[in-house]
């Protein structure tokens, strides 16, 4: 009897276990932007931070918008992000005015408009700071505002 109880109690933790290690998140919520050239919505962690001069804005990591003549006049886009598991996250948006698909920078700075979920003060110019921007992801987060 004990041994069935104990197998019974181990069967009911592992698949408590793997269905929390398996727990996947999504965020959602809106970029806003000003000029005529395509919006990426980045989900960076801090390795991708850390390598971000070398980073083409591509999928996985980058969604890419094209923007049309009604998102122009809209001034605005939507981002979302669906299965993301738990972990410490920046959401990073750039516009490629350059049209090269690449994060440009001049001096160490951006080079291009870009906005953060986690705003970052005036003190980091026109750096990423990821102890500023960074953010713990537990639960779904909607209303996301970003402005570029």
Known sequence: ????MSALFLSFWLIGVIAHAEEKFSLSGEVSFQYNADVHICLFTKEDIQYLPQHELSPPKCQAVRINADLKEAGKVSLKFDGITKGTYCIA????VTKNGKVDYENYQINEPFGTYKEQGPECGNQLDWNTIKFDLKKDIT??????
């Open 1 to 4: 009897m004990l041994k069935k």
């Open 93 to 96: 948006t750039f516009q490629d």
């Open 143 to 148: 209303g996301i505002k970003i402005t570029m």
